[in-house]
């Protein structure tokens, strides 16, 4: 089984940056697409980015331009760079795993809370 452990949030105010973590720990075949989704009070979880193993990344719209993905495989680890932080970018992010043990799964973390003030 696969755990994911998220840090790095917290409270910035608008204009400003945060990256955050995930990093996986447990036993796996091969650890495939991984990406952040967030959501905000009231609202549905939304998808924010995602990376495949080979690198190959997608944004939501709301987001392009201002967030950065990307992971180390070696390390198990998949990173969210936020600059330009925005008011509406409020919401807990969750990180999220694809992976193969004698079938694909899916993982999702605990969520790590990000505010942005205004």
């Known amino acids: 089984q696969v755990q994911l452990v998220e840090s790095g949030g917290g409270l910035v105010q608008a204009g400003g940056s945060l990256r955050l973590s995930c990093s996986a720990s447990g036993s796996f075949l091969t650890m495939n697409d991984m990406g952040w989704y967030r959501q905000a009070p009231g609202k549905q979880r939304e998808l924010v980015a995602t990376i495949t193993s080979g690198g190959r990344i997608n944004y939501a719209d709301s987001v392009k331009g201002r967030f950065t993905i990307s992971r180390d495989n070696a390390k198990r680890t998949v990173f969210l760079q936020m600059d330009s932080l925005k008011p509406e970018d409020t919401a807990v992010y969750y990180c999220?795993?694809?992976?193969?043990?004698?079938?694909?799964?899916?993982?999702w973390g605990q969520g790590t809370q990000v505010t942005v003030s205004s």
């Open positions: 999220n795993a694809h992976w193969l043990m004698m079938y694909a799964r899916e993982t």
